[in-house]
Nanobody
Framework: QVQLVESGGGLVQPGGSLRLSCAAS????????MGWYRQAPGKQRELVAS???????DYADFVEGRFTISRDNSLKTVYLQMNSLKPEDTAVYSC??????????????????WGQGTQVTVSS
C-alpha cells in the first residue's frame, strides 16, 4: 500500500522559513509528477507548486518567488522550501504524487495519491 507522509509543518513568525517534506513509501514502479497543495480554513484547496519527473517546476502566482519545490527520486521525497512566509500562507499543506503501482488499472498511466497534510501557521 502506497503512503505519502508529510513533515516539517509548524508555527513560524512572519518572514520566517519552513521546509516541508513528503516521503512516499510502499511498493511502486514509478513516481511521476509530485505537488504541494494547501487549504486554508473556509477556502478551497489550491495548488502551491508542482514538479515533473524531469524536475520541471511550476508555481502558483501567489508564491512570488518565495517557495522552491524540489525532489529526491532516490528517497522518493518531494520538498517545499518556504521563505518569507506571510500570515496568509497559513493553511494545511498536503502533497500528492502520480504513482504507478501493480494495482494501477491497465490503461491508466498512474494513480494519484495524497498525504494526510501538515499544518503551517504563520503568526507573530
Amino acid at each position: 500500500q502506497v503512503q505519502l507522509v508529510e513533515s516539517g509543518g509548524g508555527l513560524v513568525q512572519p518572514g520566517g522559513s519552513l521546509r516541508l517534506s513528503c516521503a512516499a513509501s510502499g511498493n511502486m514502479f514509478s513516481i511521476y509528477a509530485m505537488g504541494w497543495y494547501r487549504q486554508a480554513p473556509g477556502k478551497q484547496r489550491e495548488l502551491v507548486a508542482s514538479i515533473s519527473s524531469q524536475d520541471a517546476a511550476d508555481y502558483a502566482d501567489f508564491v512570488e518567488g518565495r517557495f522552491t519545490i524540489s525532489r529526491d527520486n532516490s528517497l522518493k521525497t518531494v520538498y517545499l522550501q518556504m521563505n518569507s512566509l506571510k500570515p496568509e500562507d497559513t493553511a494545511v499543506y498536503s502533497c500528492n504524487a502520480q504513482i504507478l503501482t501493480m494495482t494501477t488499472k491497465i490503461g491508466d498511466p498512474w494513480d494519484l495519491y495524497w498525504g494526510q497534510g501538515t499544518q503551517v501557521t504563520v503568526s507573530s
